[in-house]
């Protein structure tokens, strides 16, 4: 063993000022909104939103240290209100605190209400951080007091940059003769994470003896990692691994590892609400018109375990989570609306067609608003051969069916129609 008891590798290359921080450019370069803000010494309450270790944590130090505030920091998992009320009353007697809570979203109305007053008077100025997307897990009063910030997931470069600073300037790195092979193991093990990253950077380390030549290579990082590192953890690369397994076995139609990676997650203490959330999409995004109940079961699905909880809310996604994966699938709706985004940038603002346009006022009908409009309940199925896109773009197709029973019919009507609206042959 190498390092003993020191402090971890993570610990001792956390950035103190912007300029060391990896990525996050679009908030903390030369004109980012962030450097900008701390420049001015006004620092706003924000929610900083992004994947595990990108930095979150880090900017909020770099903030307290550069404004020159009093720092706190509280952790979602373990405070409850009488901790924040705590530092609200220290605030209120000793001046302006920063106050830094990691993972937020974890905290529930109670917890959050308990911030509000003190946020609006500017007792103290909140830092929160959370992975999960705050439109659904602060509450909206607290949410329109902060700024919200997302942070993006650091680039390949950005990783294997860190990991050559450490070597280095680190001083306990640069005693040791340490040779980067390969780096894909590295960095596919710690999924973008930079402090998992670090860790596991110096888990593999210390596995040797001090003057030892140290090779790094990926298989050697494959074999350490697999025998020290924890099996599930919630923050880091095997939350992402195993909820991309989780949808990618219920859109390939296989209950049993549906099933299979649902219980990893249930038994790694996954929240319940993160998994429901998962399921929506996966009605929507995978299984669509092939199967419309699928979404509806997927909403109930989530108001049921967020009403309940563990343990009998397992019962309740597993059933969701068959159904879902029996489904026929089908990802037309998703391709078209991606289709029609694209169409969107690419074309730009078109005209509505003149007989589409709304004609409230005389000037308007003047003006041949609305003019030439078919009512399509009057005509034979509902359906009035006119144009309904710009002019520009007539006869593009968005929305394809695919081939499943219920789509078919959509599929057949729709070129009938099409056929005859276009006199194709």
């Known amino acids: 063993m190498i390092f003993g008891e020191d402090k971890p590798l993570a610990e001792r290359m956390r950035p103190t000022k912007l300029e060391e921080l990896v990525g996050q450019q679009h908030l903390v370069g030369e004109k980012g909104v962030l450097r900008l803000t701390i420049a001015q010494g006004k620092v706003p309450s924000m929610i900083f939103w992004g994947p595990p270790g990108v930095g979150k944590t880090t900017i909020a130090n770099i903030i307290a240290n550069q404004v020159k505030a009093p720092f706190q920091t509280l952790s979602a998992i373990s405070a409850g209100v009488k901790d924040v009320r705590e530092v609200i009353q220290r605030a209120s007697r000793s001046g302006k605190i920063i106050l830094f809570i990691d993972e937020i979203h974890r905290f529930n109305k109670s917890q959050q209400d308990a911030l509000l007053g003190a946020v609006e008077k500017g007792v103290i100025t909140l830092i929160g951080a959370t992975t999960e997307n705050p439109s659904f897990e602060v509450n909206s009063a607290l949410l329109s007091r902060c700024q919200v910030y997302t942070l993006k997931a650091l680039e390949l470069e950005d990783l294997k940059g860190l990991l050559n600073t ?27 994470d930079a402090r998992k990253l670090l860790n596991l950077f110096e888990l ?37 691994d195993i909820i991309s397994a989780f949808i ?12 299979y990676w649902l219980a990893r997650m249930i038994e790694g203490g996954e ?10 999409i996966s009605a929507s995004e995978d299984i669509g018109l092939a199967n419309p109940n699928a979404l509806l079961i997927a909403t109930n699905t989530f108001q049921a375990v967020s009403m309940i909880g563990y343990p009998e809310a397992e019962i309740v996604l597993a059933q969701c989570v068959t159904y879902l994966a029996c489904s026929p699938k089908s990802n037309a709706s998703y391709l078209a609306i991606k289709k029609a985004r694209q169409l969107v940038r690419d074309t730009g603002d078109l005209s509505v067609p003149l007989h589409l346009r709304n004609a409230p006022t005389k000037l308007m009908k003047d003006m041949n608003y609305g003019s030439g409009y078919k009512y399509s309940h009057d005509f034979p199925g509902n359906f009035a051969y006119q144009e309904f896109m710009p002019e520009e773009i007539s006869k ?16 057949q009507t729709l070129q009938n129609l099409w056929r005859k609206k276009y006199n194709y042959d």
């Open 271 to 280: 929240d319940v609400k993160f998994i429901a959330r998962r399921l929506l």
């Open 166 to 192: 450490a070597l280095e300037n680190d001083e306990k790195l640069k005693e040791l003769n340490i040779e980067i092979k390969e780096y894909e193991a590295l960095i596919q093990l710690s999924g973008g």
């Open 204 to 240: 593999v380390i210390d596995a040797y003896g001090k003057d030892e030549k140290i090779k790094i290579t990926n298989d050697q990082v494959k074999e350490i990692a697999q025998n020290r590192m924890a099996i599930y953890d919630k923050s880091g690369e095997q939350h992402y």
């Open 248 to 259: 990618k076995s219920i859109r390939g139609s296989d209950p049993n590892a549906a099933l």
């Open 396 to 411: 593009n197709t968005l929305y394809e069916p695919q081939n499943n029973a219920r789509e078919k019919d959509f599929r």
